[in-house]
């Protein structure tokens, strides 16, 4: 299986930055897509940025300029760099991996880290 486990999370005052991290672990091949989701209370979770092994974006349109989705292949590992964070950005975040192979040949479609806590107060 896949395990994902998110760190950088915490709190930071409006105009600030933070920078997640997601590093997956299993016995991996190869990850199609990684990304990050948010969630606020009561609300829908929501895509943040997710990015292609080959290194194609797509952000969230409430985050573009001011958000930027990376990752490293090699280390199985996105990252998340929020520069220009808004009391709205605060939620909880949630890694993801769409398409996992594995060593032997099992495909996952949808894997999930537990969350890190954002928020943004002065």
């Known amino acids: 299986q896949v395990q994902l486990v998110e760190s950088g999370g915490g709190l930071v005052q409006p105009g600030g930055s933070l920078r997640l991290s997601c590093a997956a672990s299993?016995?991996?091949?190869?990850?199609?897509?990684m990304g990050w989701y948010r969630q606020a209370p009561g609300k829908e979770r929501d895509l943040v940025a997710k990015i292609t092994r080959a290194g194609n974006t797509n952000y969230g349109d409430s985050v573009k300029g001011r958000f930027t989705i990376s990752r490293d292949n090699a280390k199985n590992t996105v990252y998340l760099q929020m520069n220009g964070l808004r009391p709205e950005d605060t939620a909880v975040y949630y890694c993801n991996a769409d398409g996992t192979v594995l060593v032997g040949g099992e495909f996952i479609k949808d894997s999930w880290g537990q969350g890190t806590q954002v928020t943004v107060s002065s």
């Open positions: 299993g016995t991996i091949r190869s990850i199609v897509g």
